[in-house]
DNA sequence: ACGGGATATCAAGGTTTTCTCAAGTCATAG
DNA sequence: CTATGACTTGAGAAAACCTTGATATCCCGT
């Protein structure tokens, strides 16, 4: 469920969109001018625009570098203005997608999904994924290929802070200042059994690494699996 | 600058689109079929995707949804099948813009600004590419036309300090300091040691050199094949 | 074409880093 | 109080890596 602004002045395609996206659980908000529509925009946040370029009150293109001026929320125009450089000067305007009318609902109702998947929809990293392992870091809990890893404290953590930077080497020193908070004390064999045993509750061995990868001299990395 | 995969098995569409882009900047890898998309590295973080839907060896979607499976990379999907449900089919597989043959290469251009601005074209820095040659510094791994090149410390510090002065020719000197960091002790067979590893795992002698010229003399460049 | 200096490559030895086991401590639940 | 699970540490073995010296080869000025 998203919040959506509309601003259009057909009062039809109005309807139909408004209508449509409704009716996939999302909260929609209209406007048929331009200044009505920015302030809706101000005040609510949304996680979508999709607006026609040719209201009464404004020019589009104006409008979209209003709004990319204090925001920035995809946007979706939609118009009749189908010429390549209409569409080019709108998308470098700052557009994200550019229907052509008349348009399929079906496929605008695609097109916004796209868009909101890409982070329209302001989500918790609450869950990191990395091939089939999962890691719930609200729930603290981990499961790879759908089988929970019954894992301690400190390996969670661990591996935790690993697929905070999946990718990324990390050395030990880092992980002993991220997971166990001390400055000094700690000694590198800790981290080094620690990531035995998580290896050994992914199934997997230093020898043949398949998530948790080692950079000799360096440290180790959470990575894709081949 | 951005690195972006274009997989199309028509050679003209292939040759139109990769010069477009390559005028705007970009370093562009292209491949004829699903197969070679896959293995041009698309797990190694590109900034864009950019694929046909008509593939010879793979169905588009099919392709989609394996790119989706290990990665998050905005995708743009160029078809000549128009039709709306395969339109929001796709994109609901999770492609990012769809856009339907014949295209305007300039819509094209522009639609890949729009999604390479919201890609946020983030850690660039961290990655230096000289032609097949990709080195991610943070996840410090150095790719040869998609596959990856299995480097010791010394060997991936040592190119890494070539491609960052890609093109200059480096003395022995100071590679011994910036690689080994010690002012003296170091000899500089050392150096040639490790290069003439580097050299076997690039693929080419000192004889028939493709990235690593040595000046005679002087010292060593690392620079775009022939 | 020749000689001296620079570079390339190989094999051997030595060093550092990593991996894993097992022993021991500590806290907690029963 | 005891049993269990979690954590730390040290030590040895294994693995990965680096350096060195020797020899072959190449480059360049004479």
Redesign the interface.
């Known amino acids: 469920m998203a919040r959506i602004i509309l601003i259009e002045d057909d009062i039809e395609i109005r309807r139909l969109v408004a209508d449509a996206l409704a009716a996939e659980g999302h909260d929609v908000e209209t406007a048929a001018t331009a200044m009505t529509g920015l302030e809706l925009g101000i005040r609510n946040t949304p996680d979508l625009v999709i607006m026609d370029l040719g209201l009464p009150d404004l020019d589009g293109n104006e409008l979209l570098r209003m709004i990319r001026a204090i925001s920035s929320v995809?946007v979706m125009v939609i118009t009749a203005r189908g010429a390549?450089?209409a569409?080019?000067r709108t998308?470098?305007a700052g557009?994200?997608?550019?229907l052509i009318k008349p348009f399929?609902v079906?496929?605008l109702?695609?097109?916004s999904?796209?868009l909101l998947r890409?982070?329209g929809l302001a989500e918790e990293a609450s869950r990191i994924t990395v091939?089939g392992l999962v890691i719930d870091i609200s729930a603290r809990e981990a499961t790879l290929d759908g089988t929970t890893l019954d894992l301690s404290p400190k390996e969670f953590d661990l591996l935790r802070s690993l697929a905070e930077r999946q990718?990324?080497?990390v050395s030990k020193r880092e992980l002993l200042a991220e997971v166990w908070r001390e400055p000094y004390g700690g000694s590198d064999r800790t981290v080094d059994v620690h990531l035995s045993w998580l290896r050994k509750k992914l199934g997997e061995t230093a020898a043949e690494p398949r998530y948790l990868k080692t950079?000799?001299?360096?440290g180790v990395?959470l990575?894709?699996p081949d």
């Not at 557009?95 to 550019?98: I, K, R």
């Not at 950079?215 to 360096?218: A, L, P, T």
Request: net charge negative.
């Open positions: 995809p390549d450089e569409v080019v998308l470098d557009a994200d997608d550019y399929s079906a496929q109702l695609a097109r999904r796209a890409r982070g091939g990718g990324e080497v950079i000799h001299g360096v990395k990575v894709l």
